[in-house]
C-alpha cells in the first residue's frame, strides 16, 4: 500500500495513527525509508500528518463535553483526569508528549478540553512529534 500512495499514504497513515485508531506509524516511516524516500521528507510529512492527527483530537477535546468524550472516544476518565492534571501544570507543554503511545491521544484530548493556546500547541506538538520521528529514522539508519 505504501509504495502505492507514497508520501501520501505516509501523510495519511500518520494522520489515523494519532487519532484513537490504533496503528503504528513508525512502521511506515521504516517502510518509507526502505522505499528510498528522503529521510527529511519522510519525517517532515510523517511529522505533518501527525500533526494534524493530534490536533484532530485536541479539536475533539476542544469541541465536546467531557461526559461525551468518555462515552464516545471510550477514554476512561481516569486517564482524561490524569491528563488534565498534566496539561493544568503544563499547559500547552504538554503537548511535547502527544507523541506518546496510548496517552498521547488523551493528552491532546484534554489540551483541547483545557482550550489551551491553538498556535503554542500546534508547534509544541509538531516538536514533540518530529522528534520522535528523527529517533525512528536515525535508529532505522543504525540498524539497516
Known amino acids: ?9 505516509l501523510f495519511v497513515g500518520c494522520l489515523l495513527s494519532a487519532t484513537i485508531i490504533p496503528f503504528s506509524s513508525e ?3 521504516a517502510g518509507a525509508l526502505l522505499l528510498d524516500y528522503s529521510p527529511w521528507t519522510v519525517i517532515l510529512v ?6 494534524v492527527g493530534g490536533m484532530t483530537c485536541y479539536l475533539l ?3 465536546c463535553k467531557w461526559s461525551w468524550i468518555e462515552k464516545y472516544m471510550k477514554i476512561k476518565e481516569e486517564s ?4 488534565h492534571r498534566k496539561v493544568e501544570k503544563y499547559g ?26 491553538l498556535i503554542p500547541t500546534t508547534l509544541l506538538m509538531f516538536v514533540g512529534k ?15
Open 130 to 144: 518530529g522528534l520522535r520521528y528523527l529517533a525512528v529514522a536515525g535508529a532505522f539508519s543504525v540498524f539497516v
Open 80 to 83: 482524561l483526569a490524569k491528563a
Open 46 to 51: 510523517a511529522t505533518l500528518g501527525n500533526t
Open 61 to 63: 477535546g476542544w469541541l
Open 92 to 117: 500547552c507543554f504538554a503537548a511535547l508528549l502527544a507523541w506518546l503511545p496510548i496517552v498521547g491521544d488523551v493528552i491532546a484530548v484534554a489540551l483541547g478540553l483545557m482550550r489551551t493556546r
Open 27 to 29: 512502521a511506515l516511516v
Open 1 to 9: 500500500m505504501l509504495q502505492e500512495l507514497g508520501l501520501f499514504g
